[in-house]
């Protein structure tokens, strides 16, 4: 049972460059996440879907686009990234709306 | 004012030490509060919701407090295993996705 997997765990980009974050999950849930860990921020929220062909904005959105095709993957996109992008990034799901289940994280670095 | 704030902590406590953690929210529609634990460089994991009633599991005593928009995690008889960083979670205020608080760290020494 592997619950939700992000692909890559780690990852280097240089700025400008673009790169595509995959989340995926196993359990049939609505509801998918994407929030990303700074030291001293806390979680916060990238964009959200309460489900397939849904996408939200949440807290910090600027700089990341999302897309829903398929109920199982939620995908982070980086158009052009930057510095300020380097952060650790988790990917959680949800089928009551609180109940997350998180991947493992992303650690991703734009130098 | 941020949606979900918490004391800043580091809480460091002996073992066997009760300890007390707060957290305020802002939106006063929310109606499910949530305690979570995140070990270090882990994925944050469901540690239990919050009540109205309160509620208990084992050694964790959740509060919650609308009037005052005020949340409360107590643990008792602290073990070792419980060093990580809690965080209070409330609603948005579209209520529509989980907003987390910055966190507060527990160190439980011998």
């Known amino acids: 049972n592997a619950g939700v997997t992000q692909t890559p765990k780690f990852r280097v980009l240089k700025t400008g460059q673009s790169m595509t974050l995959l989340c995926a999950q196993d359990?049939?849930?609505?509801?998918m996440y994407w929030y990303r860990q700074d030291p001293g921020m806390g979680l916060r929220l990238i964009h959200y879907s309460v489900g397939e062909g849904t996408t939200a904005k949440g807290e910090v959105p600027d700089g990341y686009n999302v897309s829903r095709l398929k109920k199982q993957n939620f995908l982070l996109g980086l158009e052009s990234a930057a510095p300020s992008q380097t952060s650790v990034y988790f990917c959680?799901?949800?089928?009551?709306?609180?109940?997350?289940?998180f991947g493992s994280g992303t650690r991703l670095t734009v130098v | 004012r941020k949606e979900v704030e918490q004391d800043p902590g580091p809480f460091n406590v002996p073992e066997g030490a009760t300890v007390a953690f707060n957290c305020t929210y802002s939106?006063?529609?929310?109606?499910?509060f949530f305690w979570y634990r995140q070990d270090c460089r882990k994925e944050p994991k469901l540690l239990m919701s919050v009540y109205s009633s309160g509620n208990e599991d084992g050694r964790f005593t959740a509060q919650l407090n609308r009037a005052s928009q005020y949340i409360s995690l107590l643990i008792r008889d602290s073990k070792l295993s419980d060093s990580a960083t809690y965080l209070c979670v409330a609603f948005n205020q579209a209520g529509t996705a989980l907003i987390f608080g910055k966190g507060t760290t527990l160190s439980v020494s011998s």
């Open positions: 939106n006063s529609a929310s109606q499910s």
């Open positions: 359990m049939n849930h609505e509801y």
């Open positions: 959680a799901s949800s089928d009551t709306g609180y109940g997350y289940t």
